[in-house]
């Protein structure tokens, strides 16, 4: 159950785009589109953005979208704003039925 | 409105045991594969364990298993996790959450729990 990778940090200006990767096996990320994505601001409990790739949950704003191309996962965050500062964490269903999560990546908006 | 309380936190010595609950409100708990992830301090968050709407079907982490058990009441709308020989790694706060394509759709606000002599 190793951890899916993620780079430590990224960081973009308000308005611009950014991707956050998230790598893994083809046992993990590159064998299910069952790969998720997180956000969670210092203090608070995460919140689901992504869920199948690229599905985004009721209430999640339309900057945010998801992709996938072999066993590296993407997440996408557009038009970026002060309030997109986070850790972002993606995790994905496994080929022994359990979940990974990746390391984190921290968001710095600009 | 949809809510998902985690108690049972606390302090404990290694070697010890814990068991923590998740009430659950606002929606149907029987409908719902439920989860426990957990966050140490500082760190990122780990998977610790799922189970299936009936409870027949049930996953561990390899960091957990053979110490920790996962089960569920249906009739009283509670999750729960039962934690025996607790390490100091298990130090953590600890979030319940329901499943939903295997995405942690509902967090709970967590609770933390701590082993230490």
């Known amino acids: 159950q190793s951890a899916l990778t993620q780079p430590a940090s990224v960081s973009g200006s308000p308005g611009q785009s950014i991707t956050i990767s998230c790598t893994g096996t083809?046992?993990?990320?590159?064998?299910?589109?069952?790969v998720s994505w997180y956000q969670q601001h210092p203090g608070k409990a995460p919140k689901l953005m992504i869920y199948e790739v690229s599905n985004r949950p009721s209430g999640v704003s339309n900057r945010f979208s998801g992709s996938k191309s072999g066993n590296t996962a993407s997440l996408t965050v557009s038009g970026l704003q002060a309030e997109d500062e986070a850790d972002y964490y993606c995790?994905?269903?496994?080929?022994?039925?359990?979940?990974?999560f990746g390391g984190g990546t921290k968001l710095t908006v600009l | 409105q949809v809510q998902l309380v985690e108690s049972g936190g606390g302090l404990v010595k290694p070697g010890g045991s814990l068991r923590l609950s998740c009430a659950v409100s606002?929606?149907?708990?029987?409908?719902?594969?439920m989860s426990w992830i957990r966050q140490a301090p500082g760190k990122g968050l780990e998977w610790v364990s799922y189970?299936?709407?009936?409870?027949?079907?049930?996953y561990y982490a390899d960091s957990v298993k053979g110490r920790f058990t996962i089960s569920r009441d249906n009739a009283k709308n509670s999750l729960y996790l039962q934690m025996n020989s607790l390490r100091a790694e298990d130090t953590a706060v600890y979030y319940c959450?329901?499943?939903?394509?295997?995405?942690?759709?509902?967090w709970g606000q967590g609770t933390t729990v701590t082993v230490s002599s």
């Open positions: 995790s994905s269903y496994t080929s022994s039925s359990t979940l990974v």
């Open positions: 606002g929606f149907t708990f029987s409908d719902y594969y």
């Open positions: 189970i299936s709407t009936s409870g027949s079907t049930i």
């Open positions: 083809s046992s993990d990320v590159g064998g299910y589109n069952y």
């Open positions: 959450t329901t499943l939903h394509f295997y995405g942690m759709d509902i």
